[in-house]
């Protein structure tokens, strides 16, 4: 049995009922497969492969807080630190039911390659908790917020882990974290990202990952001879990631026809509207069902069916396994040009390899979406100097990295032999600058 098949046994065996963690590694070490046996007998002796697959450090914790009525709620907390080789830990903290370790550990594992591919120093981790932000008040989402805080501070710092927002966590309630991570430690420092600009927060920092996505994705058609211009595009979500993307897609020329939430989605033939995608979702905090009052001419539909519109590009931006192979025969059969990944792991393994055989120009999310990741570390930057820069400063770097991420993958494809496959060229090219520092510090 090869190496790479031997972790992949050995890390389901030893992490049953994670099947996300399985997912992730799978498709991360099988594309590293022809570096692996370039380097196999290397590898083997130091470990390499068991030392990435394993976490450096795993916390879970209980999370008490007493809502409006005056119970008690108990919520879990987690933070997996996950590989320190290349700079601190960095990544986000995702509140929403659906919240396990085996998720907090896929999302961690990417993260290393992720936050490879920005050129920054950033090492890989990832946290959050089971607590479900919607529908909570101010105050019990603050009094969550402060007790997560609590256990969480005891492990983080501005050159030991950065943590950031995620799926439920925003500005309101980054906010909380920070101001009780001071109230703590009496430090002011640069410990959380995306905060307010008022303590530090960075310009375009709530606009990077969706403007991030389609940087690469304009890149990554330019580089097969493609406008992005004039095209159509489908996007899932309507969360911040989705919002920015399609507000970027348009700047760019794309009309985007979808977006969706949990309940259903919405097809405007006009193109989305983004104002009123805002004020439903950032200032109402409501359902999209709302969409149709502001544009008579769109339809909403119940349940799945955002990838059976006819487009050119599509953006899944909403969560993890969401692009199902049914969905990615149905892109194709539509003519589809290119899927870029705004949120983490939305294609299915099958829908991905299908994707790829069709043709279809793919970008996975570890490089299509590291946009917000970079601008967080460009956050830390600011931090460390005292200073900010303005959104175009910050804009300029952002979109010099995503097309420096778009060639990285590309080249790196190319060099073992596999061009246009940026799955394969993402995972090397992260990979390459982890291991070097890996193997440089030691067995640690």
């Known amino acids: 049995?090869?190496?790479?098949?031997?972790?992949?046994?050995?890390?389901?065996?030893?992490?049953?009922?994670?099947?996300?963690?399985?997912?992730?590694?799978?498709?991360?070490?099988?594309?590293?497969?022809?570096?692996?046996?370039?380097?196999?007998?290397?590898?083997?002796?130091?470990?390499l492969l068991e030392r990435l697959v394993e976490p450096e450090r795993q916390i879970k914790f209980r999370v008490p807080w007493v809502n409006d009525k005056g119970q008690v709620q108990v919520n879990t907390g987690y933070r997996v630190q996950f590989n320190s080789a290349i700079g601190p830990y960095k990544g986000g903290l995702r509140l929403h039911p659906s919240v396990n370790l085996g998720i907090i550990k896929f999302l961690g594992f990417e993260q290393i390659f992720k936050n490879s591919l920005t050129g920054l120093p950033i090492g890989g981790g990832k946290g959050g908790s089971d607590f479900d932000p919607k529908g909570k008040s101010d105050r019990e989402v603050m009094a969550f917020c402060q007790s997560f805080m609590?256990?969480?501070?005891?492990?983080?710092?501005?050159?030991?882990?950065?943590?950031?927002?995620?799926?439920?966590t925003g500005?309101?309630?980054?906010?909380?974290?920070?101001?009780?991570?001071?109230?703590?430690?009496?430090?002011?420092?640069?410990?959380?990202?995306?905060?307010?600009?008022?303590?530090?927060?960075?310009?375009?920092?709530?606009?990077?990952?969706?403007?991030?996505?389609?940087?690469?994705?304009?890149e990554m058609l330019k580089m097969n001879g493609i406008?992005?211009?004039?095209?159509?595009?489908?996007?899932?979500?309507?969360?911040?990631?989705?919002?920015?993307?399609?507000?970027?897609?348009q700047?760019?020329?794309?009309?985007?026809?979808?977006?969706?939430?949990?309940?259903?989605?919405?097809?405007?033939?006009?193109?989305?509207?983004?104002?009123?995608?805002?004020?439903?979702?950032?200032?109402?905090?409501?359902?999209?069902t709302e969409y149709k009052n502001y544009r008579p001419g769109s339809e909403y539909h119940e349940g799945r069916g955002v990838w059976t519109v006819k487009v050119d590009l599509a953006l899944p931006c909403a969560?993890?396994?969401?692009?199902?192979?049914?969905?990615?025969?149905?892109?194709?059969?539509?003519?589809?040009?290119?899927v870029a990944e705004g949120a983490n792991m939305p294609t299915t393994l099958e829908a991905t390899e299908y994707l790829q055989e069709q043709g279809v120009l793919f970008a996975p999310g570890k490089a299509a979406n590291a946009g917000g990741v970079a601008t967080s570390a460009l956050e830390m930057s600011q931090n460390s100097e005292r200073l900010s820069w303005t959104f175009d400063e910050v804009d300029a770097k952002l979109q010099g990295i995503m097309v420096n991420i778009c060639h990285n993958m590309a080249d790196a494809a190319e060099r073992y032999g596999f061009a246009k496959n940026y799955v394969v060229g993402a995972n090397i090219a992260g990979f390459e600058k982890v291991v070097d520092a890996m193997l440089a510090q030691g067995v640690v």
């Open 171 to 218: 500005a309101r309630e980054i906010g909380y974290l920070y101001g009780q991570y001071k109230r703590l430690t009496g430090l002011y420092e640069g410990v959380l990202t995306g905060k307010g600009l008022s303590y530090g927060g960075s310009l375009a920092r709530t606009e990077a990952t969706g403007y991030g996505l389609l940087y690469l994705t304009q």
């Open 1 to 47: 049995m090869s190496y790479v098949d031997e972790i992949i046994e050995a890390v389901i065996a030893k992490n049953p009922s994670e099947p996300e963690f399985h997912q992730a590694v799978k498709e991360v070490l099988n594309s590293l497969r022809p570096v692996v046996e370039a380097n196999e007998e290397k590898f083997r002796r130091e470990a």
């Open 150 to 168: 609590t256990e969480l501070c005891k492990y983080i710092g501005e050159n030991t882990d950065v943590p950031a927002g995620d799926i439920g």
């Open 251 to 288: 700047q760019l020329g794309v009309k985007v026809l979808t977006c969706s939430d949990s309940n259903g989605w919405v097809y405007d033939p006009e193109g989305i509207d983004v104002a009123a995608l805002k004020e439903i979702k950032e200032v109402k905090r409501a359902r999209l």
């Open 227 to 249: 406008d992005i211009a004039g095209k159509t595009a489908a996007v899932s979500g309507s969360g911040n990631v989705a919002i920015y993307a399609i507000q970027k897609a």
């Open 319 to 338: 969560t993890q396994n969401e692009l199902h192979l049914e969905d990615a025969k149905a892109l194709v059969a539509n003519g589809v040009t290119a």
